[in-house]
Structure formats: structure tokens, C-alpha cells
């Protein structure tokens, strides 16, 4: 089925519809009672300028203070309403007392030092990393846990549906996307298979994510065969929304024992089963051993937000581990928008920041802020080598553009460009000086570090980050190197709409 005839047919388009039609009315109620009544007129007006002072005044990127200043010139009635509706990191008051409450309780659990000091001696990059994410993120690293990459979709699938077969205690599943074909009807026949087994079977999907891909009920459905299922955040087309907060994590986790993140979704095109744009390259992680902890607790902290659910850690103490422990670290991390810390974005700069020799980017979306494209191009000019991999065929052309709007600064700086030209690129990879990475499911735009739920594995000196540096370099082999003259010989309209697009970047 075609993007265009899913759109259609999808709960997606009624929201919209129903969302656009409200607030085309508030608008226009707007501007015909305030021409009569100076009062309201007025308030709004004061509202708007309420609005800009505290976004100038607040912890926020230029480019998003920007975004809302040419809003409030070109629409002053309306800023203040705008933004109440789109324009905070807001998360429902509920859920974030939930989810930091839940947080909290499993907090104790989480206090693991040893190995942290450990890496201490052996690097000071890694170390500050480490000591970040296990500061703000509350997940300690771990020593000795085996990992395997996988640079497609489809190596990690067929490794997901074995270990599922093998699960005996619990499977947890959280996705953004389910759609319904071969990938997620081969998992939905395992889940209910374990669950006359007597497996523990749990998932959650978020709805916006699914909305295009899923009937309403469906989380009915699974119930029906005994798999426990919650919706994040259902959508409803009402106008003071919290669905700009989406749950964009995905994990796989089985038993305790093993568990999976990274770009890959439950639907086809991400194991190019279907091919809608070109070759769909994704990125992910399998970890094995005690890490898998972190990712345990990760999952029951959301499941008990969305869910009753009673404080457990269903780890099977007699668990056999079919590989062995390998030298090096694995910390699992999350990034939430119930606090004020932008974890993920963090994580990144300091990869960039403490890179001596190389920083070897894959991103699917490269829509960032002045802070990131800063760091990016003084790596660059301070002689590091720097290579970035965006996709060729876009699934959001705009994004692309977006994206190729900041190409001129980068090649400038010294950052090498590269387009996937096999397809689309959706893999979340970020690789140091060949030895420590972020494997997860972090895009490099607003959305990931500011509104969405995320997760990521930073890894150093681990026998898989090989394997990272394998995948880049194979993937550099059949991508576009894009030079100042490609950039140059852009047609002045498509200039244009790039820097138009490039102004409200932020509220993609």
C-alpha cells in the first residue's frame, strides 16, 4: 500500500482533519470577536507578548526562540494560543508525576559504581560520557557485556524472532511504529505461542506512530490473545494536545538474558520486505548479559506510568547467557521530556566535544541546532575527521531540504556530506575516534532532543564497535560525496524554500 493511500485511509487524517478544523475556527473566531471587542483584543495581544519575552528569556535554542519571534511578527494575535497548544516540552501533568514517581522507585536499584571507576583509568573521554549518563539518565555502565551490531534490518529481525523462540520467562516489547505484514504477524504468532507457554508477554506502542498502521482497537486485539497491552499517549483530536510527546523508543527484550534497541520499527519497509524508498538501511544492537538490566528497569519505570503494575525486576536469577561476557563497556541510557535535562543531546556533543581523531555520524534526519552544527564544524576545523551519512531518497522531502539547507556551512567548516544514494538511511549511529559509539534511536533533530522518549547504548572499546566502523566504511563506498560545487549550482528558488524551511526547523 502507498504512503498516499495509507495516509487516506488511516485514523491519522480524521485527527488531523478534526485538529485543523478547530483550530481554523478558533483563528477566525479570533479575528472576528476582537474586531469588535477591544478588550480581548487586547489580553491576546498582551498574551503574544507574554509568550516572547519568556521564550527569550527561557533555556532554549537561538533557532527556536527564532521560530517563535517570526511567528509572533507575522501572527500576534494568535502566538499566545499557538504556543500554549504546540510551542512547550509539555507532558500530560499526569504522566510525568506517574513517570517520575516510577523513576524514583527504581532508582535504588540502579546504584552500580564499580565499573564506572574502572573505566576511569582507562579513558577520560569515556569516562565524562559514562559519568553523564549515569548522573542524569540514572543507568550505570557495565564491564564485560557481549553485544552484536547489526548494519540492516533484516540480520536484526531474523536474530529477534530466534531469541523470541527461546524466551521462558518474559518477553517486553515497546515500538513507535507497528504496521501490520510479514514482520509483525511473524511476532504477534511467537507472542501468542509463549503466552500458552506461560511467558509473561507485554507491549506497548505509541499511537501516533501506529496511527497509519494499526486499526483503533488493536491493542483489543492482542489483549484477546492473552498478550498485556497498553497505547501511549492515544491521540484525540482535541486542541490543547500532549501528542507532540511520542514514545520513539524501541526494545526487545527477552528473560533478562537479551535485549535489542535501535532504528528498526515493527513494519516491512525496515526490513525491506517493501521497498518505498529504495533500500531502507537501519542500524541496532543486541546486548547480552548484566547490562540487560538497565534495559529491564528501563521498560518496567514506562509500563508502570502507563499501566498498574506491581515493582518488580523479573530477572531470572539462574539465567544462562549463550555468549560470553567480551572486554570493554555497554551502558544502556534513556532521554525523557518530563525533566529538563536534554540527555540525548548531551550525548551527543560530548562525543563530538572529546573526539581527537574522528567523528563518523549516520542520521536520518539532520535538522539540529546552532549548539550541534557549532560543535560539528569546529571538530572539523580542528582537524578532526568528520563524516556525516544523510539519506538520498527521503521519506519527509521537506526534512531533506531541511537538511541540505546547512550542507554549505558544514563542507565549508571541513565536514565531509554524504548522501545514501542506495535509498533511505535510518540508522542512529555516532562513532568517536573508533572506539566508543551511540547506538539507539536518537535522530539528530528538535524532536528527539526536546519532545520524544529515546534510548541508546553508548558502547566503548567493546569488540562491536569493529563492526560500527566496518558498516561506515561500507556504507561511505556507496554514498554521494557532496561537494561545495553540488551545493553551489542549487537553483535560487530551492535556496530559498531551504532557508525558509530552516527557520521553523524547530517545530517540525
Given at each position: ?119 576511569k583509568k582507562e579513558s577520560d573521554a569515556a569516562y565524562k560520557e559514562a559519568r553523564y549518563l549515569n548522573d ?373
Amino acid at each position: 500500500m502507498s504512503r498516499f493511500k495509507r495516509i487516506l485511509g488511516s485514523r491519522l487524517l480524521l485527527v488531523a482533519v478534526l485538529f485543523a478544523a478547530q483550530v481554523a475556527v478558533l483563528i477566525l473566531g479570533v479575528y472576528l470577536v476582537t474586531k469588535w471587542i477591544l478588550p480581548l483584543y487586547i489580553a491576546l495581544y498582551v498574551l503574544g507578548i507574554i509568550v516572547v519575552i519568556y521564550v527569550i528569556n527561557s533555556n532554549v535554542s537561538p533557532g527556536y526562540q527564532i521560530s517563535w519571534l517570526i511567528i509572533a511578527a507575522a501572527f500576534p494575535l494568535v502566538t499566545g494560543i499557538f504556543y500554549l497548544m504546540f510551542g512547550a516540552k509539555r507532558v500530560a501533568p499526569k504522566f510525568r508525576q506517574e513517570h517520575l514517581q516510577s523513576v524514583l522507585k527504581f532508582k535504588p536499584l540502579l546504584m552500580k559504581e564499580d565499573d564506572l571507576n574502572l573505566l576511569k583509568k582507562e579513558s577520560d573521554a569515556a569516562y565524562k560520557e559514562a559519568r553523564y549518563l549515569n548522573d542524569y539518565s540514572f543507568y550505570p555502565i557495565y564491564k564485560g557485556s557481549y553485544a552484536r551490531y547489526f548494519s540492516v534490518g533484516e540480520d536484526m529481525f531474523e536474530e529477534i524472532i530466534a531469541q523470541l523462540k527461546k524466551a521462558r520467562h518474559f518477553i517486553y516489547i515497546e515500538m513507535f511504529i507497528m504496521a501490520q505484514g510479514k514482520l509483525l504477524d511473524t511476532v504477534v504468532s511467537i507472542l501468542e505461542e509463549k503466552v500458552r507457554e506461560g511467558v509473561d508477554v507485554i507491549v506497548i506502542y505509541d499511537d501516533m506512530g501506529c496511527a497509519m498502521y494499526l486499526p483503533r482497537n488493536y491493542a483489543k486485539t492482542l489483549q484477546s490473545k492473552g498478550i498485556k497491552c497498553e497505547v501511549f499517549n492515544p491521540m484525540r483530536p482535541m486542541l490543547m494536545v500532549t501528542m507532540n510527546n511520542r514514545d520513539h523508543r524501541k526494545l526487545v527484550i527477552i528473560d533478562g538474558r537479551v535485549a535489542f534497541t535501535g532504528g528498526i520499527n515493527f513494519a516491512d519497509e525496515y526490513i525491506n520486505e517493501v521497498n518505498i524508498y529504495g533500500h531502507w538501511k537501519d542500524a541496532g544492537i543486541m546486548v547480552e548479559g548484566p547490562a540487560v538490566t538497565n534495559m529491564v528497569i528501563m521498560f518496567l519505570q514506562f509500563w508502570q506510568s502507563e499501566a498498574e503494575y506491581s515493582l518488580r525486576l523479573p530477572m531470572n536469577e539462574d539465567v544462562v547467557y549463550e555468549n560470553e561476557g567480551q572486554q570493554g563497556y555497554l551502558q544502556r541510557f534513556s532521554d525523557s521530556p518530563t525533566d529538563s535535562e536534554d540527555i540525548a543531546k548531551n550525548a551527543h556533543l560530548n562525543m563530538i566535544w572529546e573526539a581527537q581523531k574522528s567523528v563518523w555520524i549516520m542520521t536520518p534526519y539532520l535538522v539540529v541546532d546552532n549548539e550541534i552544527l557549532t560543535a560539528l564544524k569546529q571538530a572539523a576545523k580542528n582537524g578532526v575527521d568528520v563524516r556525516i551519512i544523510v539519506p538520498h531518497v527521503p521519506d519527509k522531502w521537506y526534512v531533506l531540504e531541511t537538511t541540505r539547507a546547512s550542507y554549505r556551512e558544514l563542507i565549508t567548516a571541513g565536514c565531509q556530506v554524504y548522501e545514501y544514494t542506495p535509498g533511505f538511511i535510518h540508522s542512529k549511529v555516532i562513532i568517536a575516534d573508533g572506539k566508543m559509539a551511540i547506538v539507539g534511536t536518537i535522530n539528530m533533530d528538535y524532536r528527539s532532543y526536546y519532545l520524544d522518549f529515546e534510548c541508546g547504548v553508548f558502547v566503548y572499546n567493546n569488540p562491536v564497535v569493529k563492526d560500527i566502523v566496518r558498516d561506515f566504511e561500507d556504507t561511505f563506498a556507496v554514498s554521494q560525496l557532496i561537494d561545495i560545487a553540488d551545493v553551489k549550482k542549487i537553483s535560487i528558488f530551492r535556496r530559498i524554500l531551504r532557508a525558509c524551511l530552516k527557520l521553523f526547523a524547530p517545530l517540525m
